[in-house]
């Protein structure tokens, strides 16, 4: 007997069936495998989609998140700015009315004058009468030494009033 005719007769009546339906199986679980696999490749591709459409979404939203901070810091530093140079400009012009001032007194083209009476008894005059004042009718002047503490207490009233106004205006 040849190999094919054992073949056949091993596999006739029941086992013949036995092999068809165990061959018909694996075909069956292998096409049903593949078609699972179609069907949550699908799935997977959907969620994927859906995962970087929600990514997307959430990246938009940040970025005008930002976009509205950084515009809102922008406007707080161009309000401080504004605060800050309408101060240190008040400084500034103060300094520079002051250099003025002082260089007007040290060329005589101003004087700075005080107003004083001066009392007898503390002149070293004799008192002539019960009202008597001494004086020639001219004004008080300050001393010429006594001049650099007048422009430094001028700068710095000058500068703690520009300093105070800053802080007001940045309070606001």
């Not at 092999?19 to 949550?40: D, F």
């Not at 605060?83 to 003025?100: H, L, T």
């Not at 060329?107 to 009202?131: I, M």
């Amino acid at each position: 007997m040849n190999p094919l005719a054992k073949l056949t007769g091993a596999f006739g009546g029941w086992k013949g069936y036995a092999a068809a339906l165990s061959a018909g199986a694996i075909v069956a679980g292998g096409a049903a495998w593949k078609v699972q696999g179609w069907r949550y490749g699908a799935e997977v591709a959907a969620m994927k989609a859906d995962q970087s459409a929600r990514v997307a979404e959430s990246r938009r939203q940040a970025r005008e998140i930002l976009e509205r901070r950084v515009a809102e810091v922008g406007q707080i530093n161009e309000r401080n700015a504004k605060a800050e140079w309408a101060a240190y400009g008040g400084m500034r012009n103060a300094q520079v009315q002051n250099d003025a001032l002082r260089a007007d007194v040290d060329a005589g083209r101003q004087r700075l004058h005080v107003a004083a009476t001066c009392s007898p008894a503390s002149s070293g005059l004799p008192q002539t009468g019960a009202g008597a004042r001494v004086g020639d009718g001219a004004r008080a002047e300050l001393d010429p030494g006594a001049r650099s503490d007048y422009f430094a207490l001028r700068a710095g009233i000058q500068r703690v009033t520009a300093q105070l106004e800053a802080c007001q205006a940045r309070s606001r």
